[in-house]
């Protein structure tokens, strides 16, 4: 089992800037690839960024690329992302996910996931 715990969600306006999160504690924390995926109200859960487990090579949705920043510090088990330009759009639940060995866009294939923090963007 992989326990996360996600931290730093929150309320912001267009533009500014938050920094996500997550603990993980359990199993080896550099077998896992770490991501965040994100659901707005009446959507599906959807992909926003990963990183592997080395920490060697990261990934972005599109609509996030240029503004957010994942990173991840192997002997601290923690993942992070940088969230620079908020735009309304980006309102979600943000989860942090793990997956063994390799990065995923579906949320189907994640392996663990956190309890969710709440990202809230106002014009």
């Known amino acids: 089992q992989v326990q996360l715990v996600e931290s730093g969600g929150g309320l912001a306006r267009a533009g500014d800037s938050l920094r996500l999160s997550c603990a993980a504690s359990?199993?080896?924390?550099?077998?896992?690839?770490m991501g965040w995926f994100r659901q707005a109200p009446g959507k599906e859960r959807e992909f926003v960024a990963f990183?592997?487990?080395?920490?060697?090579?990261?990934y972005y949705t599109d609509s996030v690329k240029g503004r957010f920043t994942i990173s991840r510090d192997n002997a601290e088990n923690t993942v992070h992302l940088q969230m620079n330009s908020l735009k309304p759009e980006d309102t979600a639940v943000y989860y942090c996910?793990?997956?063994?060995?390799?990065?995923?866009?579906?949320?189907?294939?994640?392996?663990?996931w956190g309890q969710g923090t709440q990202v809230t963007v106002s014009s």
């Open positions: 996910a793990a997956k063994q060995w390799y990065i995923t866009y579906r949320a189907p294939q994640v392996d663990y």
């Open positions: 359990g199993r080896t924390f550099s077998n896992y690839a």
């Open positions: 990183i592997s487990a080395s920490g060697g090579g990261t």
